[in-house]
């Protein structure tokens, strides 16, 4: 196993029988800010509509030239606050992937908030479907108990959490963690043959690396009778130079959702800590609508 230089069931479904033992955990935290005013920003290369390209034509030069990024509609900036305010809580917002969001699951996407896990969950969902699409890299994200499990259990904990799934067909295998009040990403890479750790606030995870590489050995040697050869593997916890970093207590779970869509994007990751206002709202859009942008 080499480590780079610097420059538990079934993922998502599975997750949903559990939800009852694990309901309020990481539920937003409870800051009263609400909506900031429209931020004219989006990622590069989002898909844009006509209507969205002639509104962007109308933007001031300097808005245009914020990272090529795309402004929502007027329409759509209705309905995100429309879903952020007033409402019964448990209203359901969404529904997919045996998964539902309600309205106060969606009022963690307020600025200043902390996201929850059933945002979470619903996001690697969103992201695990576009994987589908023609031209994207093939994609399982687990939910944020596996590494839970895997870590107080070890494999045996969650040896059935891929029955379903060859984890070695896949290009890319995302394993969000929770850590009591941070949220962070692992990635396997199986194509690089990489564990990669994505912290937004610059921590080392290379223990977090390792554990995984374990697992996934594991995981070869139980259901495919195949030793895997951990000195071809490369971990590394990405250095705060090499990722985008958040500059606040609060949007750790925005930075963990954006580092896994530009990653199974095969995107340079060009946002930064102004983009998360913008990002907040987005998102509330895109679980409304099940589609990412």
């Known amino acids: 196993m080499t480590r780079g230089s610097p420059p538990a069931e079934e993922s998502l479904e599975q997750d949903a029988a559990e939800k009852q033992a694990v309901a309020g955990e990481q539920h937003g935290g409870q800051i009263s800010e609400d909506v900031l005013s429209p931020v004219p920003l989006a990622p590069a290369g ?5 209507a969205l390209d002639m509104q962007e034509k109308k933007l001031p030069r300097l808005q245009k030239r914020a990272g090529g990024f795309t402004p929502l509609t007027e329409a759509m900036e209705r309905e995100v606050i429309a879903a952020l305010g007033k409402g019964e809580p448990d209203e359901v917002m969404s529904s997919a992937f045996k998964l539902r969001v309600t309205r106060e699951d969606i009022r963690t996407l307020r600025n200043l908030c902390w996201l929850n896990d059933e945002v979470i969950k619903f996001y690697m969902g969103l992201v695990m479907e576009r994987s589908k699409q023609e031209g994207y890299p093939s994609v399982h994200a687990f939910c944020y108990l596996f590494y839970q499990k895997l870590t107080s259990g070890g494999y045996k904990a969650v040896g059935r959490w891929t029955r379903h799934v060859d984890l070695f067909q896949k290009d890319i295998i995302l394993v969000p963690i929770n850590l009591r009040l941070h949220w962070t990403l692992a990635v396997i890479n199986t194509r690089k043959k990489t564990v990669k750790y994505f912290d937004s606030l610059g921590q080392e995870g290379d223990q977090i690396c390792e554990t995984l ?9 139980e259901k495919r009778n195949v030793k895997l050869n951990a000195s071809e593997w490369t971990i590394h916890s990405m250095e705060p130079h090499e990722i985008p970093q958040q500059s606040n207590g609060s949007d750790c779970g925005v930075f963990t959702c954006k580092y896994a869509d530009y990653i199974c994007r095969d995107k340079l990751m060009t946002f930064t800590q102004t983009h998360m206002p913008y990002f907040r709202k987005k998102m509330v859009w895109e679980i409304l609508h099940q589609e990412l942008l």
């Open 46 to 50: 989002a898909k844009k509509s006509p």
């Open 213 to 221: 590489l374990k697992y996934l050995q594991e995981e070869s040697r």
